[in-house]
């Protein structure tokens, strides 16, 4: 199995599973609160007025359209800018979430007009010229919402302004057919989600200046799915002047994958593939319905808005030239290796040999089945080497290989609170899981699906990373006062550990590689 193979298998199986996590946090309710509001803030933007919310931590505007309704006509199209619209508009509440299946039952809250973002910048920061961050969420590219994280962090610190937009999902996001490659140059690859991203940055552009932001200095950000996005949106020549760094969080820069063959979905819902009147009058209900079928989706390669993947735009020279940062946690994949808890001995290496065949020895040699409490835990082990770090390893070569500025991170905390209890197939457990995926965002952007508020020693550490994160929004040099000299990773191979300073706190380590044996799964390319 190739380093490639084993990145899409990623983006595959973080898509099937990210859904049931990410959405936990949605259904709980939407950004954190805490405290009463005070007066309404108000600003003027290209569309219009809106009023947000005045916050101990800074100002919000919440629910900000930034592009039409991507219903009707406009399902399955590009987005188009919004509108302006008359009056004030109250923008003291998200948006609705994106249409989407929630563990299999839809929630009445989604919608296909969900074309929204949030904004959090300091008070009194309509005069600065603040670098912005704009963060993508995750989900597998076919659930998540922007409402369960908040840029509060970065604006209690007065260093940035946080925008964080929705973007279409699943078979709404990410799907085309014989109608919609007939209708416009971007039709046959159906990167819908990833043009909204692009659209949303394109309103960053003309707006932010509104709320104390920089447009000629904006970082994207995401996490898993939204990691993949800052990836293609690097090899993206549509995206071109639309940022100026970025942060690829938990997530390999793969491969695009092909557009899917959409019969199987159009079938169901009575209409031919080139009939886009047909399709697009399906109920919203009908398309989410049907996505309990649809486990992942991923960008296309092969149009205009995506010639080629990150890695083959590193390689011929495509790649936005810009400085990126970017990083995994430890065990990236002992959250969803828990589903299988308890996990019988026999049958993990049966697993093993099933998919590693003549190689299985040499995998189970480096992760045997006592190698932790439960076979679980040499089964998260393999899954996050193989699918996660060594993965990044070959995207930062291939980045500082185009010459672009890499700087890797490995989030390390042990003693991370975790996901909340999510039900089957993930049991309630005893288990310390460490640093599993998503964990390092509670830190970050107060993401509402942790199981329990982080204590002094976690806190600190936080404070550390949005200092870190914040260096690199505005410098795209990473470092703060007392911390190690953070080199890049072609500069000696080294990567910052962030860990609390009971455990060590931040350290330059030069044993990443060898202790996720990279040299294994790296060699097998």
């Not at 490659?181 to 932010?208: S, T």
């Not at 040699?365 to 770090?389: H, N, R, T, V």
Request: overall charge negative.
């Amino acid at each position: 199995m190739t380093t490639g193979r084993l990145a899409k298998v990623a983006s595959i199986a973080i898509a099937a599973t990210a859904t049931a996590l990410l959405l936990s946090g949605c259904i709980a309710g939407g950004a954190a609160d805490d405290g009463a509001p005070q007066a309404a803030p108000q600003v003027e933007i290209e569309q219009g007025s809106l009023t947000g919310v005045t916050t101990a931590d800074g100002v919000e505007y919440l629910g900000i359209p930034f592009a039409e309704p991507p219903v009707g006509d406009l399902r399955w199209r590009e987005p188009e800018a919004p509108e302006p619209w008359a009056g004030v508009l109250d923008a003291s509440k998200p948006g609705p979430d994106c249409a989407q299946t929630v563990n299999g039952d839809s929630d009445g809250s989604l919608s296909e007009n969900c074309l929204y973002l949030n904004v959090y910048a300091p008070e009194d920061a309509a005069q600065e010229r603040l670098p912005v961050v704009v963060f993508l969420h995750g989900g597998g590219y076919t659930a998540g919402t922007p409402n369960i994280y908040d840029g509060r962090n970065f604006s209690a610190t007065g260093d940035a302004v946080t925008v964080i937009p929705a973007y279409r999902l699943g078979l709404f996001g990410f799907f085309a057919t014989a109608a919609t490659a007939e209708e416009g140059e971007y039709g046959a690859q159906g990167n819908w989600g990833m043009l909204d991203q692009q659209q949303a940055l394109r309103w960053v552009q003309e707006n932010i200046e509104t709320f104390g932001g920089d447009p000629d200095n904006v970082t994207i950000v995401g996490e898993s799915a939204g990691g993949g996005s800052v990836c293609f949106q690097l090899a993206s020549p549509t995206a071109e002047g639309l940022f100026d760094k970025a942060v690829v969080q938990s997530m390999a820069c793969g491969a695009g994958a092909p557009a899917s063959d959409p019969t199987e979905f159009t079938t169901q819902w009575g209409c031919a593939a080139d009939d886009a009147e047909c399709l697009r009058a399906v109920p919203t209900s009908t398309i989410v319905g049907t996505a309990t079928g649809f486990g992942f989706a991923s960008p296309a390669s092969g149009g205009p808005d995506q010639p080629v993947g990150p890695l083959e735009a590193a390689a011929d020279g495509t790649l936005a030239d810009v400085p990126i940062m970017m990083g995994v946690t430890r065990d990236e994949w002992l959250g969803f290796a828990s589903a299988q808890y308890p996990l019988d001995p026999a049958e993990y290496e049966a697993g093993v040999t099933a998919q590693f065949g003549a190689l299985a020895p040499d995998v189970l040699e480096l992760y045997p089945a006592d190698a932790g409490e439960d076979p679980i835990f040499a089964s998260g082990w393999l899954s996050g080497d193989s699918m996660f770090a060594c993965p990044s390893v070959v995207a930062s070569d291939s980045f500082a290989d185009a010459g672009r500025s890499v700087y890797f991170y490995e989030f390390a905390d042990e003693t991370t609170p975790g996901w909340r209890s999510l039900g089957d197939p993930f049991p309630p457990s005893t288990l310390e899981l460490g640093a599993t995926h998503t964990t390092e965002l509670q830190y970050l952007f107060n993401y509402t699906a942790a199981q329990r508020a982080l204590d002094e020693e976690q806190l600190a550490l936080a404070d550390q990373m949005v200092a870190l994160w914040s260096a690199f929004f505005e410098t795209g040099a990473p470092s703060i006062d007392g911390g190690p000299e953070w080199s890049t990773f072609a500069d000696g191979r080294e990567v910052l550990e962030l860990k609390t300073e009971e455990a060590g706190g931040l350290e330059m380590i030069d044993t990443f590689e060898s202790a996720h044996n990279c040299g294994f799964w790296n060699g097998l390319g």
